[in-house]
């Protein structure tokens, strides 16, 4: 099984950037669709973006599209998601997650999870 851990987060001003990467191990990504959660305080978890591994689609929720890229750099068994222009909703704690199927928004899809990596962004 996989193991995923997150990093990069960090507090940043409205309008700044951030690269969060998350680093796999015990397995390659080349098998996993990789995707990117967020959870704000007293909010569900929600799927920001996904990468299928198989073919290298990416997918966005259409709160992040235009803003943030989801690349995989598949020599360091890394995923990363650049989050570009950074909004004060955009604050939460971003989770990584692994599965073995396709990409989806839902949780339970998922089989592995990082520990997350918390994104603070200022206005």
């Known amino acids: 099984e996989v193991q995923l851990v997150e990093s990069g987060g960090g507090l940043v001003q409205a309008g700044g950037s951030l690269r969060l990467s998350c680093a796999a191990s015990g397995a390659s990504i080349d098998n996993y669709a990789i995707a990117w959660f967020r959870q704000a305080p007293g909010k569900e978890r929600e799927g920001v973006s996904c990468i299928s591994n198989s073919d290298g689609t990416p997918y966005y929720a259409d709160s992040v599209k235009g803003r943030f890229t989801i690349s995989s750099d598949k020599a360091k068994n890394t995923v990363y998601l650049q989050v570009n222009i950074t909004k004060p909703e955009d604050t939460a704690l971003y989770y990584c997650?692994?599965?073995?199927?396709?990409?989806?928004?839902?949780?339970?899809?998922?089989?592995?999870w990082g520990q997350g990596t918390q994104v603070t962004v200022s206005s």
């Open positions: 997650a692994a599965t073995i199927y396709w990409c989806s928004w839902g949780v339970t899809h998922y089989d592995s």
